[in-house]
């Protein structure tokens, strides 16, 4: 979910960050934490431009614990989803490329798990409408031919 440019004007990761994640344990168990996936390129064992974390917390936003976390890790190349707020399609795609790098409750992670494929299912037919109605007007637009300048 990076984008190079925009962190052109940090220095680059750590190359400790592995190591530097799993010591954001403590703060999460303190700041009501209920769970955390590392998404993005670093999930998949590449040194990206960013670290992507998806955060549920109980009743909070996961914004608020950005400095936190990024005075931690010792970058500010940080982005942090509130799983709270995001989307279906947001969430399946963390739970399905993401590693979870913390868990208050296995319960609750399998509840969380369980509720974004319910949900992800459950919507689908919009997704599918959405994509119809925008390949129609994608066609619509395309076939119509921009009026001729005369000059």
Do not use: C
């Not at 990076?2 to 940090?10: C, D, Q």
């Not at 990024?70 to 739970?95: C, M, N, Q, Y």
């Amino acid at each position: 979910m990076s984008n190079p440019e925009r962190w052109r004007k940090f220095k680059p990761l750590p190359e400790d960050i592995q190591q530097r994640l799993v010591q954001l344990q403590p703060i999460f168990e303190q700041n009501r934490v209920k769970l955390v996936y590392l998404f993005g390129s670093l999930a998949q064992g590449r040194l990206g431009h960013d670290i992507d974390l998806a955060i549920l917390r109980e009743g909070e936003n996961a914004s608020a614990l950005y400095p936190a976390i990024t005075e931690l890790l010792g970058t500010e190349r940080v982005d942090l989803v509130d799983l709270g707020a995001a989307s279906p399609v947001v969430r399946f795609e963390v739970i399905r490329t993401g590693r979870l790098l913390f868990t208050d409750n296995e319960q609750a992670q399998l509840e969380f798990e369980l509720e974004t494929l319910r949900i992800y299912k459950d919507t689908n037919w919009m997704r599918k409408r959405q994509e119809l109605i925008l390949r129609e007007r994608m066609a619509e637009w395309s076939s119509n031919e921009l009026p001729s300048s005369s000059g």
